[in-house]
C-alpha cells in the first residue's frame, strides 16, 4: 500500500513550501495529536482521516490567508475531549486518556516552540514530530486507535516534514 507514503510526501512538500521559519510548523505539531484524539473520542478510525482534513484546511488558511489555525486546533481538540465520552462508554477505557494527554503534550509543545526565539522554537518543532513519528509507529504496530494507512501516513510526513524544518533552521 503505496499511496499513504506518496500522499504524505506531497503533504509534506506542500507544508515546506515557502518555509522561512521552522516554528511556522507548530500548527502541524498540534495537528499530529488532534487526529488520533478524533479517532480515539469518536471510536472511529476514519475520523483521523476526517480531523487530517480538517487540521489541513485550517493549516493551509493559516499559510495563505493569514488565518492563526492554533486556537481552533485546540478548540477542536477540546472539543473532542469533553464531547467524545458524553455519548458512550469509550472502549478500550485507555484510548481517549492516552490521547487526550499526547494531545496536551503537542499542544503544549507547538504552543511553546511559537514563543521561542527561531532557531530554538524550530528545533523544538523537528523533534516533536520526530517524537510523533515515533507514537506513529507505535500505533502501525499495534493496529490501535487509527487505521494502518493514516498511521503509515503520518509517519512519514512527520519524518519528511522534521527533516525540511531542521534543514530550514539550521540554515537561517
Given at each position: 500500500m503505496a499511496w499513504p507514503i506518496a500522499l504524505a510526501v506531497?503533504?509534506?512538500a506542500a507544508t515546506a513550501y515557502?518555509?522561512?521559519d521552522g516554528r511556522d510548523v507548530a500548527p502541524v505539531v498540534a495537528a499530529s495529536g488532534l487526529v488520533y484524539l478524533a479517532a480515539a473520542a469518536t471510536q472511529r478510525r476514519w475520523a483521523a482521516w476526517v480531523a487530517f482534513g480538517i487540521a489541513f484546511a485550517l493549516i493551509s488558511l493559516d499559510k495563505f490567508a493569514?488565518?492563526?489555525a492554533m486556537p481552533w486546533l485546540l478548540v477542536l481538540a477540546g472539543v473532542l475531549v469533553v464531547g467524545g465520552p458524553a455519548s458512550r462508554r469509550a472502549h478500550p477505557w485507555w484510548a481517549l486518556p492516552l490521547q487526550?494527554?499526547?494531545?496536551?503534550?503537542?499542544g503544549a509543545t507547538a504552543v511553546l516552540a511559537l514563543r521561542l526565539e527561531p532557531t530554538v522554537g524550530g528545533l523544538l518543532v523537528a523533534a516533536a514530530l520526530l517524537g510523533h513519528a515515533a507514537w506513529d509507529v507505535h500505533h502501525h504496530r499495534t493496529g490501535r486507535v487509527v487505521d494502518h494507512a493514516?498511521?503509515?501516513f503520518c509517519a512519514v510526513l512527520d519524518v519528511v516534514v522534521a527533516v525540511l524544518v531542521g534543514i530550514v533552521t539550521l540554515t537561517a
Amino acid at each position: 500500500m503505496a499511496w499513504p507514503i506518496a500522499l504524505a510526501v506531497l503533504v509534506a512538500a506542500a507544508t515546506a513550501y515557502g518555509l522561512t521559519d521552522g516554528r511556522d510548523v507548530a500548527p502541524v505539531v498540534a495537528a499530529s495529536g488532534l487526529v488520533y484524539l478524533a479517532a480515539a473520542a469518536t471510536q472511529r478510525r476514519w475520523a483521523a482521516w476526517v480531523a487530517f482534513g480538517i487540521a489541513f484546511a485550517l493549516i493551509s488558511l493559516d499559510k495563505f490567508a493569514d488565518l492563526d489555525a492554533m486556537p481552533w486546533l485546540l478548540v477542536l481538540a477540546g472539543v473532542l475531549v469533553v464531547g467524545g465520552p458524553a455519548s458512550r462508554r469509550a472502549h478500550p477505557w485507555w484510548a481517549l486518556p492516552l490521547q487526550t494527554a499526547a494531545m496536551l503534550v503537542l499542544g503544549a509543545t507547538a504552543v511553546l516552540a511559537l514563543r521561542l526565539e527561531p532557531t530554538v522554537g524550530g528545533l523544538l518543532v523537528a523533534a516533536a514530530l520526530l517524537g510523533h513519528a515515533a507514537w506513529d509507529v507505535h500505533h502501525h504496530r499495534t493496529g490501535r486507535v487509527v487505521d494502518h494507512a493514516l498511521a503509515r501516513f503520518c509517519a512519514v510526513l512527520d519524518v519528511v516534514v522534521a527533516v525540511l524544518v531542521g534543514i530550514v533552521t539550521l540554515t537561517a
